[in-house]
């Protein structure tokens, strides 16, 4: 069993930056794959970006690639993802979640486990 904490949303104007981190709880965090993905209110959970078990490949939506970067410690249990170049848009509750195998997956239904989520706001 896994178990996730995200931290670090809040209010943010349009262009700043913000750093979540997910702490995660149970023995096979090294082996977990972890995804970020976003709800907007009103919208679906929208994929953001995975990262694999060996921190060795990141995917990104396009909406995000090349202003948020997710990044891994896994002596410390924790994924982090820097939010650059802030937008109102990324305006969301953010989740991170972990999934029972070391690939990363763009697909919510892949995952096996979920944060309570941390808010991000973006004003412009």
């Known amino acids: 069993q896994v178990q996730l904490v995200e931290s670090g949303g809040g209010l943010v104007q349009a262009g700043g930056s913000l750093r979540l981190s997910c702490v995660a709880s149970g023995r096979t965090f090294s082996r977990n794959a972890m995804g970020w993905f976003r709800q907007a209110p009103g919208k679906g959970r929208e994929f953001v970006g995975f990262?694999?078990?060996?921190?060795?490949?990141?995917y990104y939506a396009d909406s995000v690639k090349g202003r948020f970067t997710i990044s891994r410690d896994n002596a410390k249990k924790t994924v982090y993802m820097q939010l650059n170049s802030l937008k109102p848009e990324d305006t969301a509750v953010y989740y991170c979640a972990a999934r029972d195998s070391g690939y990363g997956s763009s697909i919510s239904l892949a995952y096996d486990y979920w944060g309570q989520g941390t808010q991000v706001t973006v004003s412009s």
């Open positions: 990262i694999t078990s060996s921190s060795s490949s990141t």
